[in-house]
């Protein structure tokens, strides 16, 4: 990753008038690919063509996903059964692990968003160590291009295969990464306290998410050991120029959407919370999707239910010489298929925005 | 009401190149206020220019709702400092009872939408009986357009005042209405079981909608007693064509949107399940926003959120001789402010999906 | 089912000072063995020795439902292990289908408190027609008696083996059956439109029950074909005396426990909804779970949550010659574990009360 | 606050055969209030025979907490007309700041558990600055004995007035202060990140604390200025035996009960995080109400709920050197109205868990 490229394109190099992109969803039957769907709905620039869903296959979408049975979308298919000639693009929201070979055959013509882990960590022995196994295409792994939009822009902007950052790494880089480039807080010492709603665990059917299971409580879960800890590792070591560690403690609590991210960090080089808040301010000054609050003000993850924003903040700590930021996302769209799209409007030159125009839905 | 007029129309009279509709939300520091906004921002013929709230005047939008915060809109005045010569459209979202004054005092060029009950009932006795003072604005009422959109579009374009219905009229009065105009359901025996999210409620701070009270539970409420059992008997005894009373119970549920209608009928002159679905089938057919779904598929709230839809289906009962509708909306759209916008857009000659195309948001 | 037997037992025959019954549950690692477990641990008569789970066997309580890990319960183990010598009492509480081997196997010595549905319905054609198998157990089925503990006590007395009655078969049949033995509603035509919580789906990993699935959204299901329609008109059509069907609605709601039933019914002889009121009120004047609410007040699910209560009352309906019934049960309390622990209680002399004088938990 | 007095009485001192304790709650209109009403009605040694609502004076128990009201509970009244003759201990659950004026003017002859925070804060001056205006009962405030049942047992023995601990505090302080004592955490770096149910912000009519408002989202709120921070500072600071402050982050989420603490800190002396878990361990050994969860196993608040319990366990971090502790308590119990009955059982002299023995209730 580019240390910044901050500035959102001017030109989009896409041609409005031309025909749309066609797009491919693979893996369309889980809940970001409900969320690429709603979206890309209303993206003035492309046309959904395939949904693939290799247990759903042959089944309409009005059956997976009742709230999309209105929008004339195709029926599901096997992967197998798709004509590539007719794709431009691809969104793969395929389970973590399964990418890697898909993605592999895929005719390199063809511009890819991956929504999964696969091709995340840019060092394969840490893929390995934490997924368990060998990396299945380390050649695409050295292609793959971290898609932390706002920070990686001309990369983004220049790549054939996105690596679509997780919900929990977008919701703490989008803060720590500008603070640590700044070398305003402290590197080796940073605690992430994140909380979660339940659609980040997928659509899979679990005991552990059954409504009764979730509903009225909340735990921590995968505490110093959930994958999403090596993921922002690498982003934040890079933006401090040395490898680091974090403290990294998701929760699982009982809504559907959005991620909040509670992050206490020491202050460094004399910065106050004032300084950190004014570079962040500075950093995502002209950024359509990142929010920086008025002081005082907390983000609330309902703020942004069902929008690409991000929203957050910086605190004084009531101890001595630490801050703590507060960062708001929803889960399913900057934390995923919002992002994605993002990132494939940056590949493809359309407006950034494009598709993304959308207010968040409160209450 | 006119019995019906089903076909939308097929030219809209707004050149889109003119300047923006100048609109002002009265009363919008609400719920249905700031979902006037959320859609509203997204129409691309109108532009907000006015925003009043008596006890938030003075406010940002940021601070009434922060999910609105970074969408440039301009801040609350007390009504008394609007300049009604900058608006071309009101959408009044009022308490119940204080519409009629505001307005009977705007100037006569302005065409409004009323989201209030003040002027849904066409018989200002009715009124009287059920809101406890005589109507203030008899004149007015007489003016008022009843604006249940896909059954009195003739109506809503020649108005120059819509009263919205009420969320549970619309859920209710969709389904039925069709089916009392083809003679197929039994007037004088319709029982129509509601179940609502909180936001019907409002925003007002009230004990029995705090968290704790709503959450983990369902009741019914306002059980045979209800202000809008009246204005769907009004609706369904014109339909009918003849006068009838309805069983009415509305329930309040723990979710913040949604109506679900489960309505039991006693079906007339050998009509079948099936038919009444033909019915509505045929009704709905070239219609956006209303959808009879396939055969044996109940609506769920959850697949209409945030959207203006309405689904639909019918059911053999066990009991011989009846059936079972189902009809359910999202309260805040298609049973507030998406209406209220649709007939706005009716009244203008926007295309009538204007800023209602919003996919709906799931999970 | 005996017409009724109103009258609690004055005199429990169990002698405390005794050692406790040695209770066993079959089927443990599900919502009602929980509960059951929940309450039997407060029983001050009996002992939980025995818990099998097929799947589960091996596994501490602590594991499968930490919320009980602090209660010194014994390790879950496979049914062949257990030694029935040492067993004085089985609550059953196995999926559907799987009872009637399991219980007609065990020895005669032991009585039983079926929760599932598998000896619910006394004709065995019906119970055929509605699980799409023969009964396994038709003399089992002969012997079992329907344990609707308040209106069947004598039969539950003198039972060996009680079918504890479903969570909605209880809502509806507690305020339907008195009023039906007086006559006063109409038996063709009862319209039984029930809420439920989502536990009553169990705890099996099912994409339909995930948080996501089931939060912010309201839907029926099974209309006109669940299963618990047949065990409600068996109950009704005895009251009443005449076979009759019911119209029966299930919802799911995003709540984990309770049931909500509103029932439309036509007055008859002259009856009025205050005459249906007064029955119920004398019916259950002197029952500890059942209670009939001051005139006007609606019973809430939440206001019974924990408990083993009934909360019921009458309201007269808008239409003429109707009235509207609302029940209200803790779907896992009254609608299963509690009531099997009632019966129990009758079953072996203890106090009808004894482990379940829980208070309602609120919020 | 003596340092530890950790083990449970052996011999109550109270006789079970006298007459009962008779039983004042004032401010009983509350959930802390309704939540002492649920578990005193089960305690064995107490009649509650005065509740006292300003407001609600006059009302019975039904109309204010229909769960309660099959319970034979007597009837709201104002304080003026409680003779208090007829009291032997006072429960007060009024609102923070009405109380100091309440209690100085109690007979002393009667003892006094306090809800509030008003006589927390054993240092005057620290109540004025976090409270805005003078302690208005210094000689009491000095009497005064922290609640923190577990750990000043001796204290709370022997104790007139007791200020029952905040929920955050209880949280907090049961895993901190034994570790502190221990030298086993650095006292100056302790961060605590905590969520909690919305019942904590009491029943009063708020619109922040509506469903609409609370459901599908997370905030925090109070950051680095909540008034439970100098509550926790003073536990903390005591057995640290050094002055400290805390980084204490509360947030809101949507449930009705529970709290989690998850806290970070730094290891001290060589400590590992299994040196923690055992110093827990070992402290807790012979509590009923506090727990040590297997290693690996993180506390939900959901296991907790409706209980008097605190779960706990400690996990090491992956920044080197540091830890991370999680425990888990239902707000309204073991954070409030439970350890109020616990420490009225401490200083009456009856089975610390009498009234206790609640098994939590889940799903």
């Known amino acids: 990753m580019t240390a910044t490229s901050p500035s959102p394109p001017e030109e989009p190099s ?47 979408v009005a059956e997976v996903f ?12 096997k992967m197998e ?12 929201a395929l389970p973590h692990g399964t990418t890697q070979d898909v993605i592999a055959a895929l005719p390199k013509t063809i511009k890819v968003c991956d929504l999964s882990a696969d091709f995340r960590l840019a060092n394969v022995e840490t893929y390995a160590k ?53 070398g305003q807080v402290e590197a080796q010492e940073i605690i992430i306290d994140a909380k979660s709603g339940v659609s980040g665990a997928g659509r899979d059917a679990k005991q552990a998410n059954l409504f009764g299971e979730v509903a009225e409580g909340i735990h921590p879960y995968g505490i110093a050991s959930h994958r999403h800890a090596p993921e922002i590792e690498q982003g934040l070591s890079l933006a401090a120029g040395e490898p680091l560690l974090v403290a ?15 992050t206490y960090v020491r202050l460094k080089g004399g910065a106050t919370a004032a300084d950190l808040r004014a570079t962040l301010a500075e950093t995502y000054a002209k950024e359509p999707f990142v929010k920086v609050l ?27 010489g630490r801050a703590i930021i ?34 968040p839905v409160y209450p």
């Open 14 to 60: 896409h041609d409005p008038d031309t025909a749309p992109v066609r797009v491919a969803i693979l893996g369309a039957s889980g809940y970001t690919g409900a969320e690429l769907m709603r979206l890309l709905l209303r993206h003035p620039g492309v046309q959904i063509t395939t949904l693939t869903g290799e247990r759903q296959a042959g089944r309409p």
């Open 130 to 182: 934490w997924y368990g196994h060998a990396h299945k295409a380390p050649d695409l792994q050295r292609e793959a291009v971290y898609g932390l939009s706002e920070l990686n822009r001309t990369g983004v902007q220049n790549a054939r295969l996105v690596a679509n950052p997780g919900c929990y790494p977008t919701s703490a880089q989008l803060p720590l990464i500008p603070l640590l480039l700044a």
């Open 294 to 320: 008025p002081e005082g003000i907390a983000p609330q993850t309902r703020h942004v239910r069902g929008s690409n924003l991000c929203l957050m903040n910086v605190f004084a700590d009531r101890l001595p």
């Open 81 to 92: 059964q798709v004509d590539w000639a007719n794709v431009d693009f691809v969104f793969c």
């Open 66 to 77: 009742p709230h999309l049975a209105s929008f004339g979308l195709p029926d599901l298919v």
């Open 326 to 359: 507060v960062s708001a996302i929803d889960n399913l769209v900057k934390g995923a298929s919002g992002q994605a799209i993002q990132n494939m409007n940056i590949m493809l030159g359309f407006d950034e925005t494009a598709g993304l125009e959308v207010v």
């Open 248 to 262: 990294f403690t998701p929760h699982l609590m009982p809504m559907s959407r959005g991620i909040l991210a509670t």
